[in-house]
């Protein structure tokens, strides 16, 4: 439960420093940390308009899109102490039940009849698609070093004490910082401040959003940046005390936060044909985690 509750309250400021570091690289001062929850608040408070030629699809995406996320949240641990499910496996529910979410997005967008969204659709369906293999091989090495299949399981058993250990958890933070990117949509695969319909990717896909449904859409962003650093977090808190744990939790979110920020101040977005070849390579990053985890056992030859 307490990795819930913190993963929430990350995601209160998590987008919001990214746009303050973003601010700084750039020289202004920029909006405050809590700018982007303000506008989503304002949101919310607003109301929404469908097309005539949408259906329940449609008005039903962002609801399952929050939906898929908070659950998947859920079963995120905090060091040794479990999420509010843990069972074998859940990593691979944690996978599916995303992968529910950006379905419902996915058809909510082809629901509207556009060409324009349906592009946006069909890019993202296939960055997740590529993305996928790393995930799985990323925390299936993991699972294999600690010899358990579920995440509490997995990061409680986690001892970092030597250099390859080490080794080994900055890699698969590497990696998971840019699936983070990735599902997120963000530079250097996508720019979310993009308003040309033909290179853009998530933002196209919900350009009929409006009022509650889009505060839906951006806050489940919010949490789903914090989920992911939250599992970063998870390689280094083991089991350290809670009294220490909390902040070293907040910390790295913090520094994923300015990561993220620092990466879209110096870096360009790419072609669209050199995304798949990007996230495509992430699973060959994936596989220097197999390999530390292979040495680490002994197996490799």
């Not at 039903?60 to 479990?82: D, H, K, Q, T, W």
């Not at 001892?159 to 699936?179: D, R």
């Not at 401040?193 to 009929?208: A, F, N, R």
Request: aromatic share 14%; net charge neutral.
């Amino acid at each position: 439960m307490i990795s819930f509750v913190l993963i929430i309250i990350s995601a209160l400021f998590f987008n919001g420093l990214i746009i303050r570091t973003k601010s700084v690289c750039s020289g202004r001062r920029g909006p405050g940390i809590f700018q982007p929850i303000k506008d989503v608040w304002r949101l919310f408070r607003k109301g929404t308009v469908y097309s005539t030629t949408t259906g329940w699809v449609f008005r039903a995406a962002p609801i399952v899109y929050l939906a898929s996320v908070l659950m998947a949240c859920s079963v995120v641990p905090f060091g040794e102490r479990g999420g509010i499910f843990s069972f074998e496996g859940d990593f691979v529910f944690f996978a599916y039940i995303l992968a529910l979410g950006k379905f419902f997005c996915i058809i909510g967008a082809l629901d509207t009849g556009s060409s324009f969204e349906g592009m946006g659709a069909a890019r993202e369906s296939l960055y997740s698609m590529l993305a996928e293999p790393a995930f799985f091989m990323t925390v299936g090495s993991l699972a294999l070093l600690t010899g358990h299949s579920s995440f509490a399981d997995i990061f409680s058993a986690i001892h970092l004490s030597g250099a390859l250990s080490y080794a080994i958890a900055f890699v698969a933070a590497a990696v998971f910082l840019v699936l983070e990117l990735i599902e997120n949509s963000r530079l250097p695969v996508d720019d979310p401040k993009t308003h040309l319909e033909l290179t853009m990717i998530h933002e196209v896909m919900i350009l009929d959003n409006s009022g509650f449904d889009l505060g839906l859409i951006l806050s489940t962003g919010y949490v789903k940046f914090a989920m992911y650093s939250a599992i970063i977090a998870n390689l280094f808190i083991g089991s350290i005390p809670t009294v220490w744990a909390v902040p070293l939790f907040f910390g790295v979110q913090a520094v994923s936060a300015v990561a993220i920020g620092l990466i879209e101040s110096f870096t360009a977005r790419f072609r669209m044909n050199h995304n798949p070849q990007f996230i495509f390579a992430l699973t060959s990053v994936a596989l220097l985690v197999i390999f530390g985890v292979l040495l680490a056992a002994g197996n490799f030859s």
